[in-house]
Each structure stands twice: as C-alpha cells, then as structure tokens.
Nanobody, 117 residues
Framework: QVHLVEIGGGLVQPGGSLRLSCAASGLYKHNINTMGWYRQAPGGQRELVAS???????MYADSVKGRFTISWDNAETKIYLQMNSLKFDDTAVYYC??????????WGQGTQVTVSS
C-alpha cells in the first residue's frame, strides 16, 4: 500500500520559516508523475500550493511565489516545502499529494501550520 507521512508544521510568527516534509512508501519514484502540497484554510477550499514532477519541473500558486520552495530529497522518495516569510494567510492544514502515472492520487494525513504573533 502507498503511504504518505508528513512531518513538520507548527506555530510560527509572521515572517518566520518552516519546512514540511512528505515521505512516500509503497512505490518507486519512477512510477510517480507529480508530488505536491495542498492547503486548506479554516472555512476555505483545498488549494494547490506547489508541485514538482519527477523531472524537476515546479509549479507554485501566485500567493506563495518567491516565498515557498518545493524540492525532492536527494536520496529518498520524499519532498520538502520550504516556507519563508510566512504570513497570517498561510495558516492552514497542509496536505501532501502524490499523483502516480496510473490510478488515483494519494494523500497525506495533513499537518497544521499556524502563523500567529
């Protein structure tokens, strides 16, 4: 079975930084099309934050461009989301997503990011 385990998140002050990680198990990296991060703010819709293909092509939501960076681990089937210059509006539950070459997507358990003074 495919499992996604998210680590990171927490409470941070505005302007601070956090790094999220998402480790995938149960499949090989070459069977993955894209991995990415979504977030859902209180009362809001789940939205795509950033994604990266196995070839290294990245995509970012306009709201996080220049502040967030998505990347692959050098050795493991794992992605990171480096979040800098965090704002109040970044407060949300962040979900890791894995889109395989075939079949339905897989989701992590979600991790809470709270930006507050």
């Amino acid at each position: 079975q495919v499992h996604l385990v998210e680590i990171g998140g927490g409470l941070v002050q505005p302007g601070g930084s956090l790094r999220l990680s998402c480790a995938a198990s149960g499949l090989y990296k070459h069977n993955i099309n894209t991995m990415g991060w979504y977030r859902q703010a209180p009362g809001g819709q789940r939205e795509l934050v950033a994604s990266v293909t196995t070839g290294g092509t990245t995509m970012y939501a306009d709201s996080v461009k220049g502040r967030f960076t998505i990347s692959w681990d050098n050795a493991e089937t794992k992605i990171y989301l480096q979040m800098n210059s965090l704002k109040f509006d970044d407060t949300a539950v962040y979900y890791c997503n894995l889109s395989p070459e075939w079949g339905d997507d897989f989701w992590g358990q979600g991790t809470q990011v709270t930006v507050s003074s």
